[in-house]
């Protein structure tokens, strides 16, 4: 062992993490369906726990169905989600699925779930009572509202619900247009972050006291958290914010132009950042400009800048802009399609190709983005059919 300089004694050298993966060892019980939870225990079986899925016999996670496109009988929204895991099969309608379950249980280190409240106890598995049961065992709760808010038992939490109740909806889309939703289901994606940072301190926790904790995060309060700027523009300035396109309340230049065949984003944060934007375009004397020397100036004054930017920014196209600035380094990017993502050397990274025995064909999955040392965390098992490891696991109880 050796003392490191900001902490306590570690070993000289990590173990590859082919041979031990951060969590090996763990084995997590995921009650859960649809993205949030999925997604929170994707993430803990990419670092190597043993998470078992339990799913309604004949249906399974809804998300095996939405689609198109499918491969074989799961659709790519359940694959993106689901990869190391297992599957059982269990009805909690049925004191023997409600019995396998609480077996399964005891032998887990942390389950999640994400019925609405009341239900687990009700299907004759209460949370406090499965710790009592298993002193260790963390729990975890993926609800639409806290419990703190009336009537939220009965309220649905769809992603596209708290993207209106949460404010992101009113600050996304184009000045004076319709409220827009973001295009993919990013607060259920944050809620799963959420979700996952809770259950790994619980488990850190769990190191030294020997009991679990249960964690609990809702939608909308992890919705409401994400606003960050917007929030405190609300809350320390009084400012309500609306929609800007692509616009930044904060910042000016910080926004996408129009070339003359294609828009690109331009992302000029500081002064000097203006400074040579405006070097560029042939027009250094804007710096200089009363209206536009800081960014409390341009932000001020953004209905004078921005026509005068994308006056300029029409004569030529986006790759000249791009180039020209990204050589003086002005930050900036094209705006990408799908395609044009995974055709870039840094999407093509991302990219894995999974061996699928149970579906007879390779999957190509987005990988998981942690490196632990510069290593990546390969997949290690394609997403599993709907009950595929039922026999396995109901043996191992």
């Known amino acids: 062992m050796e003392a490191h300089p900001d902490g306590p004694a570690r070993e000289a050298e990590y173990p590859p993490l082919v041979e031990q993966l951060p969590l090996a060892g763990l084995r997590i019980l995921d009650l859960s369906r649809v993205l949030a939870g999925p997604l929170a225990t994707q993430i803990l079986g990419d670092l190597g726990a043993d998470v078992i899925k339990v799913e309604r016999p004949g249906a399974g996670d809804d998300t095996r169905h939405w689609g198109p496109p499918f491969v074989g009988d799961d659709a790519a929204y359940y694959l993106s989600l689901n990869r190391n895991k297992r599957s059982v099969t269990a009805d909690l309608k049925t004191p023997e699925g409600v019995d396998a379950v609480r077996r399964l249980a005891g032998d887990s280190d942390v389950l999640i779930e994400n019925f609405r409240p009341g239900l687990m106890a009700e299907l004759g598995l209460g949370l406090d009572d499965l710790r009592r049961r298993a002193r260790g ?9 806290n419990e703190e808010v009336p009537d939220a038992a009965r309220r649905p ?23 827009v939703k973001a295009g993919v289901a990013l607060l259920d994606v944050i809620t799963g972050l959420q979700a996952t940072i809770g259950i790994l301190a619980a488990l850190h926790e769990r190191e030294r006291t020997g009991r679990g904790r249960h964690v609990s995060v809702s939608l909308f309060d992890a919705s409401v958290a994400a606003m960050v700027n917007q929030a405190a523009n609300l809350l320390m300035g009084g400012i309500v914010a609306g929609p800007m396109g692509t616009a930044h309340p904060n910042i000016s230049p910080y926004q996408a132009f129009q070339a003359s065949d294609r828009p690109f984003i331009l992302a000029a944060g500081n002064d000097r950042l203006f400074a040579r934007t405006c070097e560029v375009l042939g027009h250094p004397e804007w710096a200089d400009d009363p209206r536009f020397v800081t960014n409390e100036d341009r932000v001020h004054h953004r209905d004078e800048l921005i026509p005068l930017l994308a006056g300029s920014f029409g004569s030529r196209t986006a790759t000249e802009w791009i180039d020209a600035l990204e050589a003086v380094s002005v930050p900036c990017a094209p705006i990408r399609a799908m395609d044009e993502v995974f055709a870039s050397p840094e999407g093509a990274a991302l990219v894995e190709s999974v061996a699928d025995p149970g579906r007879g064909t390779t999957l190509r999955l987005v990988r998981n983005p942690i490196r632990f040392d510069g290593d990546v965390l390969d997949t290690r098992h394609a997403p599993p059919l709907l009950g595929e490891h039922t026999d396995e696991i109901l043996r191992e109880t």
């Open 137 to 145: 065992l963390i729990t975890c709760s993926l609800t639409a509202f």
């Open 157 to 179: 939490g769809y992603d596209i619900m708290v993207q209106a109740l949460s404010g992101l909806m009113s600050v996304t889309g184009e000045p004076d247009g319709q409220p």
